[in-house]
């Protein structure tokens, strides 16, 4: 088979995602502030502070790492009819479900949500936050909740799926005929 111009990226992606780069880097020295978000890492983890001293060390997180190289460790596909006929409620539920992970975890945020005509895609730069999606999915519309990690641990891929008989749920309304 000749080599495609797009190979070596390949292989260089498919290298990188078994040897996370992002899940080696060392966690900084003391305490440091990201220049991007202004996460600050004190006591062993980042956290949202209201004030640091002046002369804090700057360290680009790990978070904004992965938006600035659109290298996520997170991804989740919302599919079913139900996404057609609710899309803003699932939209609005999985940017509910960021802000609250967010404020306890900065480090866990979404990259990109991509809507297409019959599924959402969100990406993101944490393990955690796809799953909290679909379990809130789950929580409140039923529907099928497919998780999958990587033998590494460094990749997650969700899948939730809408139930069918959607007319079952107090929130369903049936189209007048
Ligand atoms: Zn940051």
């Known amino acids: 088979m000749i080599a495609s111009p797009t190979e070596?990226?390949?292989d260089r992606l498919i290298h990188e995602r078994i040897h996370d780069p992002y899940k080696s880097l060392q966690k900084p020295v003391g305490s440091s502030v990201c220049p991007v978000c202004n996460a600050v890492f004190k006591d062993g983890h980042w956290q949202w502070l209201e004030f640091w001293p002046l002369d804090t060390p700057r360290e680009i997180c790990q978070a904004c790492?992965?938006?600035?190289?659109?290298?996520?460790?997170?991804?989740?596909?919302?599919?079913?009819?139900?996404?057609q006929t609710h899309r803003?409620?699932?939209?609005n539920l999985a940017r509910n479900?960021?802000?609250?992970?967010?404020?306890l975890?900065?480090?866990h945020r979404i990259i990109h949500i991509e809507e297409q005509a019959?599924?959402?895609?969100?990406?993101?730069?944490?393990?955690?936050?796809p799953k909290r999606i679909g379990q809130a999915l789950e929580r409140a519309y039923k529907g099928r909740l497919d998780l999958h990690y990587d033998e590494k641990g460094c990749f997650v891929r969700v899948k939730w799926t809408s139930p069918k008989n959607k007319l079952?749920?107090?929130?369903m309304k049936r189209r007048q005929l």
Do not use: S, W
Request: glycine share 4%; aromatic share 6%.
């Open 88 to 91: 803003q409620e699932v939209l």
């Open 118 to 129: 019959d599924a959402v895609t969100i990406t993101t730069t944490d393990l955690h936050l």
């Open 168 to 171: 079952n749920h107090p929130t």
């Open 8 to 10: 070596p990226r390949k």
């Open 65 to 83: 790492r992965r938006i600035r190289d659109n290298y996520p460790a997170g991804f989740m596909t919302i599919t079913g009819e139900f996404v």
């Open 97 to 103: 479900q960021e802000r609250a992970e967010c404020a």
């Open 105 to 107: 975890h900065p480090l």
